[in-house]
């Protein structure tokens, strides 16, 4: 089994950071039709399992923390339906109580040409790198509040301070630095907090506000960043009412908007367009750039993905932005999809639930129109 491994490893790009002798680092393999897993001695050593060939899959879910399960199949059969690369890290509890970290990887592999009949993987133990890394977040939390604080106590006080002024614009301007400070505040928390684990930000703070409202302050922003390109938004006649986490939808559609603009030409228009239907709300950009791989519009969301194209890669990026940007539309219950335009450029979408209240609305209205 190791051999194939490696011989997977070689021909996938799916390295270990650290040598396949390792003590923490174990393989794994996965009958897709069967769902019976193989363990190599060392994973079954690191998960504390007793001897045996063919387990079933549910025997290593069965140690995964519940709260984190549904993340880990979700992940693993996204990867299975695109043929993209599994990656995951989950907190475990082994039989004998240890709670314990672990980092799984996998690749899709066939014996025979045609579909899939195999995943093989590996196993890392990476309690001690998460621990370290939770003691680095809770040093750099500590760091950033107090400059921020500061910062938001100074912006207060000029809010306070030019309330009488004739001149609105400068007071307008103060509160969105300070709306963006609190979501500031918010991200610390969420994302610097000492708790361990990938899934720092699963809390989200729901209230309910309209997308249209929250499009335009956003535009606003952008406007001034970018002032040579042309923000436009379809108009839309209603309020279209969201129930979810403002500052995390406000993140999203910055991302978006941001990488709208870096990747296209100067001058060049960014159209945002709101759709609404029964169910949901859809919020999508469109760009005048050069496009995207249509091979590789499903993979863009995932996490360290960066573009091929040199000349279209961002310096000091990290792949992170749309990987967050799809965890955040996720937990809302909504999608992510990445496109082509009709007409040139790039499409980046995404979706959310529609608040019941837009519904009895829309229902109400055409009451009306039919009593009329």
Known sequence: M??????????????????????????WKIQLRSNKVSFCPRMRK??????????????????????????????FKVASFNGTKFEKQVQIVTPSGTEKWIRLTGVLYSRRWGTAEQMIGTIEDVTQKVNEDCLSMAILNHELRAPLTIIKLNTQFLINHLALSINKQPVRLLNMVDQHINGM?????????????????????????????LVDTVLGEMRILYPGHRFCKYPTADSILVRGDKYKIIQVL?????????????????????DC???????????????????SSQALFQKFYQCNQKSMRQKNSKGLGLYIVKSIIQKHGGTVKAENGKDGGAVFSFSLPLN????????????????A
Request: aromatic share 6%.
């Open 2 to 27: 190791n051999r194939e491994i490696r011989n997977m490893e070689s021909r996938t790009g799916l390295m270990p950071e650290h040598p396949i002798g390792a003590a923490y680092i174990g393989n």
């Open 46 to 75: 690191m998960l504390e399992l007793s001897k045996g060939y063919d387990e079933n899959i549910e025997e290593l879910f069965g140690l995964v923390k519940p709260g984190q399960l549904s993340g880990l199949i979700h992940e």
């Open 185 to 213: 505040t918010k991200l610390i928390d969420e994302y610097l907090s000492p708790s361990t684990g990938e899934d720092r930000s699963a809390q989200l703070n729901y209230s309910l506000f309209d997308i249209n409202d």
């Open 254 to 274: 910055i991302n978006y908007l941001t990488n709208a603009a870096k990747f296209s030409p100067p001058c060049s228009h960014i159209n945002i367009n709101i």
């Open 277 to 295: 239907n029964e169910n949901d709300v859809e919020v999508s950009v469109h760009d005048e750039g050069v496009g995207i791989n249509e091979e």
């Open 356 to 371: 019941q209240q837009n519904k009895f609305n829309s229902t109400s209205q055409e009451a009306i129109k039919l009593m």
